[in-house]
């Protein structure tokens, strides 16, 4: 794992490395060589344990030394095996600070999974219908993760943040500032990253515990203050354009502002940590869909007449 990663250039992004690492460590899944024995199918699932058990064991260390290796030469920090899984997660990424690994505890805990729906879960589940390993199903899910629209956006709020700061000259802007660039950003057709969701319809529950803990650790944080200001003037906008079916903040508003308070600036490593979490609640779902023998997933198809009557307006015709 550590070579396959070493054999990428330092300057592929965060996710391409973790997604390689994952990769690498499936020539040791139990899943695959079980299935290539002729495992009983009621054995599934308890192959997808033991692989999902290794994964997620192992997921923080190929996080810390990608981290390590980007972004501090490589001074890679062994485990410490006395410490808890996130907490061992905060000092191999090599930040001992305890309020930091309270952090990391509670992000690791919310970015799990929270209905199964998103592109990771429901990518990660479909790979798996193919029977294919928990090392290949979650490489598959991380793939999707890694786009803007997903687990991506961690990083594009900090980075939106950052240009709105260099572009009005200022560190803090004032609420009427952020309001002219949010109406810019929408005016040149995109996005503000970290808003809307495809199916929440109010605050991210998960926004407002990061919230609270940057009110319990470090309200003054300039940054916080901007996620805050940002909180405060962007759902009335989107409500104003009629159409946004929800205008409230989705968790990557603010995680990103609370690793800037650690020193954690390297923003294109975000999804990564997202990714490490994630593993948790894919990979029980996977050892579900397994236990429950689940059949492969597949769209449904149809033919160019079908096509053609929906076209026609006859689509009572596609029946179930
Ligand atoms: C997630 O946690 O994956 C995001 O909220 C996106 C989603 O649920 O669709």
């Given at each position: ?24 460590l ?48 490589n ?19 090599g ?12 992000y ?27 090392y ?7 793939n ?8 991506l ?6 980075k ?21 660039y ?8 995109k ?13 991210d529950?998960?926004?407002s515990?990061?919230?609270?803990f940057?009110?319990?650790?470090f ?26 079916k ?6 990557d ?68």
């Open positions: 794992m550590f070579a396959a990663i070493d054999a990428l250039p330092v300057t592929a992004h965060p996710m391409t490395m973790f997604v390689t690492g994952i990769m690498a499936q020539t040791e899944s139990n899943f695959a060589r079980r299935y290539a024995e002729g495992m009983n199918k009621k054995d599934y699932w308890d192959a997808v344990f033991d692989d999902s058990m290794d994964l997620i064991a192992r997921l923080p260390r190929v996080a810390a030394y990608i981290y390590r290796r980007k972004y501090h030469n001074q890679h920090i062994q485990p410490n095996g006395l410490l808890d899984w996130a907490g061992n997660l905060a000092h191999m990424l930040y001992e600070d305890e309020s930091f690994k309270e952090l990391m505890r509670l690791m805990t919310i970015h799990a999974d929270h209905e199964g729906g998103n592109v990771s879960a429901h990518t990660t589940h479909l790979v798996g219908s193919a029977l294919s390993d928990p290949l199903s979650l490489a598959a899910g991380m999707g993760l890694a786009g803007p629209l997903h687990g956006a961690n990083q594009e709020v900090v939106w943040i950052t240009e709105m700061q260099k572009e009005l000259k200022t560190e803090v802007p004032t609420k009427a500032q952020i309001e002219g949010v109406k810019k950003t929408l005016g040149e057709g996005v503000v990253p970290g808003y809307g969701h495809a199916v929440l319809r109010k605050t529950p998960r926004f515990a990061q919230q609270d940057a009110k319990r650790h309200p003054e944080d300039p940054l916080v203050q901007i996620v805050w200001n940002v909180y405060d003037v962007v759902p009335p906008i989107l409500e104003s354009l009629g159409k946004v929800n205008p409230w903040p989705n968790v508003a603010h995680s990103g502002a609370l690793l800037v308070h650690y020193g954690m600036v390297e923003y294109e490593f975000y999804t990564v940590l997202f990714g490490v979490s994630r593993a948790l609640g894919v990979l029980a779902s996977l050892i579900w869909d397994r236990a429950l023998g689940f059949a492969l997933e597949r769209p449904k198809s149809v033919t160019t007449d079908l096509v053609k009557a929906w076209i026609d307006g006859k689509d009572e015709i596609w029946g179930d």
